[in-house]
């Protein structure tokens, strides 16, 4: 039997102009995925048109096949590489991207964010990325396109690319990869480029067969919502759809909101064949549990090491369509997989014109087509994940009356002021400051230190590796001797948290919570740092154990600055 292929979904932003249709055109063209005779074609009505040919006309010939009945998605174009198979987003207005968003049709599980290098970083470019960190998509490249305008600059190329990241890490968007191109005349597209020999990483064809797919629904943690309890002679079934891992005969559970935790007694069954001792994603079951609790629809069923979120407020970022806006303190009803509770929009930080993209602080209200960052307040406490780990039970929709009038995505729960950024999953967390930038400011005649923006890292998300006086390699390992932790950096992406007497030193680079090098290079010397440390005197010792054992410049520059407004961020969202 022939073996799936694989497919990962890919949407692609950019500013109007800046060249988006051609780089799809031209990745449609060099894969080889067009119709039959559409190259010919468009080649010959740009002649009769007296136009040169532009691979971003490719598109127009998918919509003319679309006309003639052939199955083809204009706002979802497929290619593929010898890796796997890929679906392109390209949805044609904002209007049409969020309305896709709620639908569910736009997952994209990648992005690319297109840049013009003549025109540089635009307005749109900006509301563009603030989409992406909008639908909490971790893998990004930024494209930056008509490189052949600026003689394939690359002092504008990284004028660009800093300008962009000051931006974006503000978004908690981090880039993997900035790559230079000329979609028109294929430069950097499916070969590296002899223009531009100063690049050394993968042209775009290869370069995103390197995005790693997400987990499939299966190889998540357990979410079993329960959608009914039916009573069978002395039997008590729990009936639903298993939204996302594995569930087997004799598993401890627990179910949530209530915290109530028992295991599974069976898997029920109508007929011998379809009789199982294990069920997972996708599938819809029946199960008994060895103690009767009083169960009911909406609860979740999890396993007890990977329980979800439970709170009865949240942060949202709320898509809306409604015929009415939707305004803050009305009541309405909130539905999330089988769950049903009445809400209210408790706070509207910020709205987002679907038109315009234009930003609207403190509003009192959301409406048709607009985007919000809300927090909301549901009547009893929910079961849910956020959406990035989870998009099933990170995702719900908002009725009002009777219509199913919005959509959101939940991006995480209210918490109090947050001073440091951290990475953390269930083995624990470690707090650290490895992205703060220094600057020396001249009119001060000082050092500076200007913190990064406050973030939650868990497992598969996307860092900051390169800032403006900061680069770290793409694999590397952060040592917290004081929580006993170490958090492992594979490719740009949070992998785990192990603790400090699993660790084994590994060859790559290793860092402390501050971002120094820590001057180790074999399980021997890792074991002596570890053994001085404990020995340290309430800390007495400790600037005589960190000249040892650390390297501060490493991975670190000092930038020097005129003045403090030189490096004060632009705006936070």
């Given at each position: 039997?022939?073996?799936?292929?694989?497919t990962l979904r890919?949407?692609?932003?950019?500013?109007?102009?800046h060249?988006?249709?051609?780089?799809?055109?031209?990745?449609?063209?060099?894969?080889?995925?067009?119709?039959?005779?559409?190259?010919?074609?468009?080649?010959?009505?740009?002649?009769?048109?007296?136009?040169?040919?532009?691979?971003?006309?490719?598109?127009?010939?998918?919509?003319?096949?679309?006309?003639?009945?052939?199955?083809?998605?204009?706002?979802?174009?497929?290619?593929?590489?010898?890796?796997?198979?890929?679906?392109?987003?390209?949805a044609?207005?904002h209007?049409?991207?969020?309305?896709?968003?709620?639908?569910?049709?736009?997952?994209?599980?990648?992005?690319?964010?297109?840049?013009?290098?003549?025109?540089?970083?635009?307005?749109?470019?900006?509301?563009?990325?603030y989409?992406?960190?909008l639908?909490?998509?971790?893998?990004?490249?930024?494209?930056?396109?008509?490189?052949?305008?600026?003689?394939?600059?690359e002092?504008?190329?990284?004028?660009?690319k800093?300008?962009?990241?000051?931006?974006?890490?503000?978004?908690?968007?981090?880039?993997l990869?900035?790559?230079?191109?000329?979609?028109?005349?294929?430069e950097?597209?499916?070969e590296?480029?002899?223009?531009?020999?100063?690049?050394?990483?993968?042209?775009?064809?290869?370069?995103?067969?390197?995005?790693?797919?997400?987990?499939g629904?299966?190889?998540?943690?357990?979410?079993?919502?329960?959608?009914?309890?039916?009573?069978f002679?002395?039997?008590r079934?729990?009936?639903?759809?298993?939204e996302?891992?594995?569930?087997?005969?004799?598993?401890?559970?627990?179910?949530?909101?209530?915290?109530?935790?028992?295991?599974?007694?069976?898997?029920?069954?109508?007929?011998?064949?379809?009789?199982?001792?294990?069920?997972?994603?996708?599938?819809?079951?029946?199960?008994?549990?060895?103690?009767?609790?009083?169960?009911?629809?909406g609860?979740?069923?999890?396993?007890?090491?990977?329980?979800?979120?439970?709170?009865?407020?949240f942060k949202?970022?709320l898509?809306?369509?409604?015929?009415?806006?939707?305004?803050?303190?009305?009541?309405?009803?909130?539905?999330?997989?089988?769950?049903?509770?009445?809400?209210?929009?408790?706070?509207?930080?910020?709205?987002?014109?679907?038109?315009?993209?234009?930003?609207?602080?403190?509003?009192?209200?959301?409406?048709?087509?607009?985007?919000?960052?809300?927090?909301?307040?549901?009547?009893?406490?929910?079961?849910?994940?956020?959406?990035?780990?989870?998009?099933?039970?990170?995702?719900?929709?908002?009725?009002?009356?009777?219509?199913?009038?919005?959509?959101?995505?939940?991006s995480?729960?209210?918490?109090?002021?947050?001073?440091?950024?951290?990475?953390?999953?269930?083995?624990?967390?470690?707090?650290i400051?490895?992205?703060?930038?220094?600057?020396?400011?001249?009119?001060?005649?000082?050092?500076?230190?200007?913190?990064?923006?406050?973030?939650?890292?868990?497992?598969?998300?996307?860092?900051?590796i390169?800032?403006?006086?900061?680069?770290?390699?793409?694999?590397?390992d952060?040592?917290?001797?004081?929580?006993?932790?170490?958090?492992?950096?594979?490719?740009?992406?949070?992998?785990?948290?192990?603790?400090?007497?699993?660790?084994?030193?590994?060859?790559?680079?290793?860092?402390?919570?501050?971002?120094a090098?820590?001057?180790?290079?074999?399980?021997?010397?890792?074991?002596?740092?570890?053994?001085?440390?404990?020995?340290?005197?309430?800390?007495?010792?400790?600037?005589?154990?960190?000249n040892?054992?650390?390297?501060?410049?490493?991975?670190k520059?000092?930038?020097?600055?005129?003045?403090?407004?030189?490096?004060?961020?632009?705006?936070?969202?």
């Open positions: 039997m022939e073996d799936v292929r694989e890919i949407v692609v932003v950019g500013h109007v102009d060249g988006k249709s051609t780089v799809i055109g031209r990745l449609l063209y060099d894969t080889k995925s067009l119709p039959e005779g559409a190259i010919e074609r468009v080649k010959r009505i740009s002649k009769e048109k007296g136009k040169l040919f532009e691979y971003a006309y490719l598109l127009d010939a998918f919509e003319e096949e679309q006309k003639q009945g052939i199955t083809i998605d204009t706002t979802q174009l497929q290619f593929h590489t010898p890796k796997r198979d890929y679906v392109i987003i390209d044609p207005g209007k049409e991207f969020l309305k896709n968003m709620i639908s569910g049709a736009a997952n994209a599980e990648a992005a690319l964010l297109i840049i013009d290098a003549n025109e540089g970083i635009q307005e749109q470019s900006k509301r563009h990325g989409i992406l960190s639908l909490g998509i971790k893998s990004v490249y930024v494209v930056v396109n008509k490189m052949d305008l600026i003689d394939y600059s002092t504008k190329f990284n004028e660009i800093h300008n962009m990241n000051e931006f974006l890490h503000n978004l908690h968007v981090y880039p990869k900035y790559i230079p191109i000329s979609a028109f005349y294929g950097n597209m499916t590296r480029s002899k223009q531009m020999p100063w690049y050394q990483g993968e042209p775009v064809l290869n370069a995103i067969d390197l995005f790693e797919k997400e987990k629904l299966t190889d998540k943690p357990l979410r079993f919502p329960i959608q009914d309890v039916y009573k002679d002395h039997r079934i729990i009936a639903g759809r298993i996302s891992g594995t569930l087997e005969v004799g598993d401890e559970i627990l179910i949530t909101p209530g915290n109530k935790v028992t295991k599974v007694k069976t898997i029920e069954y109508w007929v011998d064949k379809d009789q199982k001792d294990a069920v997972s994603a996708g599938m819809s079951v029946g199960i008994t549990l060895e103690h009767e609790f009083f169960n009911k629809r609860e979740v069923i999890t396993h007890t090491n990977s329980s979800p979120l439970v709170s009865d407020t949202a970022n898509f809306w369509m409604g015929r009415n806006p939707i305004v803050k303190g009305n009541k309405y009803k909130l539905k999330l997989v089988t769950q049903e509770v009445e809400c209210e929009i408790l706070l509207i930080d910020k709205v987002i014109d679907a038109t315009t993209l234009a930003a609207l602080e403190g509003a009192s209200e959301v409406k048709t087509n607009d985007v919000a960052e809300v927090t909301i307040k549901t009547k009893q406490e929910l079961s849910f994940d956020e959406f990035k780990n989870n998009q099933n039970t990170g995702r719900f929709v908002v009725v009002d009356g009777y219509d199913v009038s919005g959509g959101g995505i939940i995480g729960l209210v918490k109090g002021a947050q001073t440091a950024s951290k990475f953390a999953d269930e083995n624990g967390e470690v707090v400051n490895i992205f703060d930038e220094y600057f020396y400011v001249l009119a001060q005649g000082g050092l500076n230190k200007l913190g990064a923006r406050p973030a939650n890292f868990s497992a598969g998300d996307a860092l900051p390169a800032g403006e006086t900061y680069s770290y390699p793409e694999d590397f952060v040592i917290d001797l004081k929580s006993k932790l170490v958090v492992k950096i594979r490719k740009a992406k949070l992998e785990r948290l192990v603790g400090l007497n699993d660790y084994s030193y590994g060859s790559v680079p290793v860092i402390d919570t501050d971002g090098y820590i001057k180790i290079e074999s399980n021997q010397d890792f074991e002596k740092l570890v053994s001085e440390f404990s020995e340290l005197d309430n800390g007495k010792k400790l600037a005589a154990f960190s040892k054992w650390l390297d501060f410049i490493r991975f520059r000092i930038v020097y600055k005129n003045s403090l407004s030189n490096v004060e961020i632009e705006y936070y969202i």
